[in-house]
């Protein structure tokens, strides 16, 4: 039995960087994130990437493979392969480290900006806030709670690659869980953190971050329900 | 500052979206009565008589100027802005003269239409 070979073309270097050709044996199963082990352990130590978990739930795999902004550990070879190539490249709008790593401070600081920090209402004295699971807000929030900050969507916006201040899909996401928890008390603010040109106001509603995001979840719902209540906000003079 | 642009953004979106909410309206009227008019062709003298003298004429076509006076520029202001490098006030500038011309064009036509004398 002939032996299955893919020709693996990886990004090295920084934004000037090239790709470079490796060949890697095809095995069943495969994954992504195996072929830049695999290469970084038998070919070229040099190479850099980030993963930890390699089960889907870290978010720090993500890379661009042929084309599309992917996690790398969840990312079948199979699902991803083109007459038998596959180039990786690092993650879009983010600068690049180096090979396959992007320095991830802008896509954090706009969380921070986007004031996806929980304010809290009560202390440790108070009771325990009763929030039930059919709630409609506490079901609008669990819709987005499951981001794990791979940076995909982000990657995967337009927008985003057209206005670099732009917050982006996973910042005003974690803003929506916030404006949905009964027991936050920041939501003036926040609206207006989220409101401005950078905000949620210029999502396009491509859904390119619907179409990517790993984890199934719905950014661009979760932006225009920011929008709606930004508007709110306006009409009542709150902004 | 940053507050007041904030605010400002938010009601130049909701002034596009409300003024878009208004041409869906008027496009669907004015193309249906276009239709219904052009059967048999059209002439300036058929055009003048359905709306010169008439105040309901007058009426719809000063709401349908005004949505579109106002939902183009803050449209071509988002296009502007995304697609060029030019400063936000350049950009303000232009499409508020962009916004005055299509005005000022438009009120000339439907007084002139409003105004004009159907041939006998």
């Given at each position: 039995?002939?032996?299955?070979?893919?020709?693996?073309?990886?990004?090295?270097?920084?934004?000037?960087?090239?790709?470079?050709?490796?060949?890697?044996?095809?095995?069943?199963?495969?994954?992504?994130?195996?072929?830049?082990?695999?290469?970084?352990?038998?070919?070229?130590?040099?190479?850099?990437?980030?993963?930890?978990?390699?089960?889907?739930?870290?978010?720090?795999?993500?890379?661009?493979?042929?084309?599309?902004?992917?996690?790398?550990?969840?990312?079948?070879?199979?699902?991803?392969?083109?007459?038998?190539?596959?180039?990786?490249?690092?993650?879009?709008?983010?600068?690049?480290?180096?090979?396959?790593?992007?320095?991830?401070?802008?896509?954090?600081?706009?969380?921070?900006?986007a004031k996806g920090s929980f304010e809290p209402t009560c202390s440790?004295?108070d009771?325990i806030a009763?929030v039930?699971?059919?709630d409609?807000k506490r079901?609008l929030a669990d819709?987005g709670i499951?981001?794990?900050?791979?940076?995909?969507?982000?990657?995967?916006?337009?927008?985003?690659?057209?206005?670099?201040?732009?917050?982006?899909?996973?910042?005003?996401?974690r803003a929506w869980t916030l404006v949905n928890d009964v027991r936050d008390g920041g939501n003036d603010e926040r609206l207006r953190a989220v409101?401005?040109?950078?905000?949620?106001?210029?999502?396009?509603?491509?859904?390119?971050?619907?179409?990517?995001?790993?984890?199934?979840?719905?950014?661009?719902?979760?932006?225009?329900g920011l929008?709606?209540e930004?508007?709110?906000?306006?009409?009542?003079?709150?902004? | 500052?940053?507050?007041?642009?904030?605010?400002?953004?938010?009601?130049?979106?909701?002034?596009?979206?409300?003024?878009?909410?208004?041409?869906?309206?008027?496009?669907?009227?004015?193309?249906?009565?276009?239709?219904?008019?052009?059967?048999?062709?059209?002439?300036?003298?058929?055009?003048?008589?359905?709306?010169?003298?008439?105040?309901?004429?007058?009426?719809?076509?000063?709401?349908?100027?005004?949505?579109?006076?106002?939902?183009?520029?803050?449209?071509?202001?988002?296009?502007?802005?995304?697609?060029?490098?030019?400063?936000?006030?350049?950009?303000?500038?232009?499409?508020?003269?962009?916004?005055?011309?299509?005005?000022?064009?438009?009120?000339?036509?439907?007084?002139?239409?409003?105004?004009?004398?159907?041939?006998?």
């Open positions: 039995m002939t032996e299955e070979m893919l020709q693996v073309s990886v990004w090295k270097g920084d934004a000037k960087g090239a790709f470079v050709t490796y060949e890697v044996r095809r095995q069943e199963n495969q994954t992504v994130l195996d072929l830049v082990t695999h290469i970084q352990r038998h070919i070229d130590p040099g190479l850099s990437y980030r993963f930890a978990c390699r089960v889907g739930v870290c978010g720090s795999c993500a890379m661009t493979v042929n084309g599309k902004a992917r996690w790398t550990c969840r990312s079948h070879v199979s699902n991803v392969v083109e007459d038998g190539r596959i180039e990786i490249r690092p993650l879009e709008s983010l600068p690049i480290v180096k090979d396959l790593v992007v320095d991830m401070t802008d896509f954090f600081d706009k969380w921070a900006k440790r004295n009771e009763a039930s699971p059919s409609k079901r819709a499951e981001c794990i900050g791979c940076g995909v969507c982000y990657a995967a916006c337009d927008v985003v690659r057209w206005k670099p201040d732009y917050l982006g899909p996973a910042a005003m996401n409101a401005g040109d950078d905000g949620c106001l210029s999502c396009h509603s491509q859904q390119g971050c619907v179409e990517r995001c790993p984890q199934k979840l719905n950014p661009t719902m979760a932006i225009a929008k709606r930004t508007i709110k906000a306006a009409l009542k003079g709150k902004l | 500052m940053i507050q007041n642009t904030v605010r400002s953004e938010t009601w130049l979106w909701l002034a596009q979206r409300t003024s878009a909410v208004v041409l869906a309206v008027c496009i669907a009227v004015h193309l249906t009565t276009m239709i219904i008019a052009m059967q048999g062709g059209v002439s300036t003298a058929e055009i003048a008589g359905r709306i010169s003298g008439n105040p309901m004429w007058l009426v719809f076509y000063g709401i349908f100027l005004m949505a579109v006076a106002i939902h183009a520029p803050i449209g071509m202001r988002t296009v502007l802005l995304e697609s060029t490098s030019l400063s936000a006030k350049r950009v303000g500038l232009l499409t508020m003269l962009l916004g005055l011309f299509v005005f000022v064009l438009g009120v000339r036509t439907i007084l002139g239409l409003y105004q004009m004398v159907p041939a006998s």
